[in-house]
């Protein structure tokens, strides 16, 4: 689950904020200034930050400021200013994007999972090098974890579709034959599994594809075997 700290003085919008990114399956932390933002970051581990530009003790573009001096977690920054230079300075200082108030609470959310997606595919200060983590486009399996997220939402799979989909992550673009993914993951000989492995490939697609009848990810390749497209 990843970590938002939501940052506003306004804590109606706040608690509106974190009302849809729950239902999202996020975790959301809250402040009400800069500075409880920046001491609240050096707490907890934090993925991503949604901060206002007018607030007390400490606004948001300086708190923007301080915190790209130590992290390079994606920062949403939130206006009532909707002139263009506002927007520029608030990318220029380190911002990744800025959404001007109101907001459609939907676009918000969309942003916060671009971003994310982003984030954890290049990496990040706060993720072990320890941590074996293999991505293709939104798709990502953290085998540290064995946790496996699409577009920044846990997905839960049986052990079995775990390692069906890292066999296939870890060798993108190359194509395996239903006997070979069944020697690899039951490590048995394979004789009439045809049936054993679609089916947990079908469950599979079900769980990380918007559209399991046009895959992003898992492909077929016709008299072959199964693929996962390098992306």
């Known amino acids: 689950m990843y970590n938002i700290l939501v940052c506003d003085d306004d804590r109606e919008i706040v608690d509106a904020i974190e009302i849809y990114l729950t239902q999202e399956g996020y975790h959301v932390l809250k402040a009400y200034d800069g500075m409880q933002a920046i001491q609240m970051l050096e707490r907890e581990e934090i993925q991503l930050l949604i901060i206002d530009v007018m607030m007390p003790k400490l606004d948001g573009i300086r708190a923007t400021l301080k915190i790209r001096e130590k992290s390079s977690i994606p920062i949403i920054i939130l206006s009532a200013k909707s002139e263009d230079a506002d927007k520029i300075l608030g990318l220029n200082i380190g911002a990744d994007d800025y959404i001007t108030k109101p907001f459609n609470p939907l676009e918000l959310v969309a942003r916060v999972k671009s971003h994310l997606r982003r984030y954890m595919q290049l990496g990040s200060t706060t993720i072990k090098e320890s941590e074996a983590i293999y991505t293709v486009g939104g798709l990502a399996i953290n085998d540290d974890l064995k946790e496996v997220t699409v577009d920044g939402e846990q997905v839960k799979l049986t052990p079995i579709e775990y390692n069906i989909l890292l066999l296939l992550v870890k060798h993108q673009g190359k194509v395996f034959s239903i006997d ?8 048995e000989n394979a004789v009439g599994v045809d049936n054993t492995v679609a089916v ?28 996962v497209e390098k992306i």
């Open 180 to 187: 070979q993914i069944y020697e690899n993951i039951w490590n």
């Open 200 to 227: 947990h490939i079908r469950h599979i697609r079900e769980k990380i594809e918007i559209n399991p009848r046009e895959p992003r990810y898992l492909k077929v390749v016709w008299g072959l075997g199964y693929k």
